[in-house]
């Protein structure tokens, strides 16, 4: 009987011992494991023996069940455990790596629910033209880059905002003379308004001949000649004209924004692509096949995205999930579809019930047919969509409200999660209606300072203050809140924006924009996190530190959670994705 037992034991040993040997080497971890041997998927012996511990530190959880903890075990890239030293403690073991935070604060990986990713990449390798103050320096910056482009080649770029100079428009003639053999196009920073010279116009085929199409207008003078400003759905006219960025631009606009989004803490972006009004609904398509599953397959992906596609190619994506499902990858997902209802402040095209104060005349663009929108909305939500609309405008966001509603009456049962983007202006009593249909607000902080000057004189001061940016009241009422910057129309910075919801002041202003609406830390914590998760149905996965989320997380550069809560002063010092340092602010000190 002796025998037996030694003989058991022994044999016990061995296979403990056979098993352990890939713990003791990571690099072959792929090649030989316990579950290979015995086929125990489910033994916790292994399953929870973490391969790093982060520890010593305040962690920002945006989980509700446990907000806050000093230490985290994570293996392959998800979190085992969150909570005190000793309790994350006892799943490590000799090999388990140990990252000391020295007392500095963590939280989530930022995850941006707006941006136009690649051609924010693509816009980085352009003019610049985002915070020129003065007509002179705008000229300048033109000249100075065409010099550099070879004669007969587009000269592109944009982020030109003409509030920020006093308000008056570009037009053509600026900048005529200094580019007699180069055709320009330059896109106003909010995407909705581009200003293209004689050349380009000429090419275009665009004169004073031309109608304005639906949804969009050619700004001209006294003579009715175009000054060379388009408007939302006439950029269609030019567009076309303008050579497309090639596949390797592309790709190499993809890892520049990726490079760019983790230096910012940003782990996740949720895609909008390159899809604004007058563009071409194949853009999209082709930067996710060209692009990012290229990327994926070449292990060229560092941030998750959620892709949503234009909506009236919905038949296109049913059919791509009805055969790959919603999770491509850990690195990619399909988020939805987007459309548009209006334009935006800036270029006077957002949709208001009241005529714009400084243009009586005009109450800005619906820039699309409401029949047409709510039947491909309608085809959308039936074949278990996201629907995802941009509405600016008071008017705007109540079309889309009433639109939802009618929808959402068909069928009570379904998890929609309808989004509306932007939501910047709403009239009174709006707000709550967020609520009570339980509609995604997808918000950008950082167009509140651009816009505080420019919404006061377009709408008028007590329009203006009424129903703009409403953050803290679509939180009361209920509305869920999901924060972003729509970049490049801003720049990707979760703490700047952070901040701006927190203060609401503007550039030169002493005191905040309606103060009412600023809100605290948490709250825009989560509006970054977990809310932005649950915003594209990605909270199973991240959008907070809890166990079995991807450990996407990012190291502040301060220790005191009073200091951030009041000043929001830190900036991001580390970015880790799936356990891994993606970003750090450290140089990497080689050795010989």
Known sequence: MNAFWVTLSASVILILSIASLPLLNNNNANHFTFADLLNWRSCSFLNEVADLLVTNGTIYTSDDTLPFADSMAIR????????SYSFTKA????????LNLDGKIVVPGFIDSHVHFIPGGLQMARVDLRGVNTKDLFVDKIRKAVANVKQGAWLLGGGWNNDIWGGDLPMASWIDSITPHNPVWLTRMDGHMGLANTLALTLAGISRINENPNGGAIVRNNDREPTGLLIDS???????????????????????????????????????????PGSLPEYPWQDFSDVYKWADLSGNMMTRVCLFFPMETWPRLVDLMSKSGR???QWIYLGGVKAFADGSLGSNSALFHE??????????LQVVDLDGLYNMTLSSDKSGLQVSIHAIGDRANELVLDMYASLASEKRNRDRRFRIEHAQHLAPGTAARFGEQSLIASVQPDHLLDDADSATKKLGSERAERGAYLFKSLLTNNAQLAFGSDWPVVDINPLKSIRTSMKRIPPRWEKAWIPSECLCLKDALKAYTISAAHACFLDKYVGSLSPGKYADFVVLSTSSWEDLATEVSAEVEATYVG?????????VVKRE
């Open 327 to 329: 999770v491509l990858s």
């Open 234 to 276: 006439a950029m269609k006219l030019i567009l076309p004209h303008i050579p497309d960025a090639s596949v390797d631009e592309r790709r190499e606009a993809l890892l520049r924004a990726s490079d760019h989004a983790l230096k910012r803490g940003v782990t996740t972006v949720v895609d909008f692509g390159r899809y604004f």
């Open 76 to 83: 392959n890239g998800r979190i085992l455990r969150v909570g």
């Open 579 to 587: 356990g891994s340092k993606a970003y750090s602010i450290k140089p």
């Open 355 to 364: 005529p714009y104060a400084d243009d009586p005349s005009n109450y800005g």
């Open 91 to 98: 799943l490590t073991r000799p090999w388990t790596k140990e």
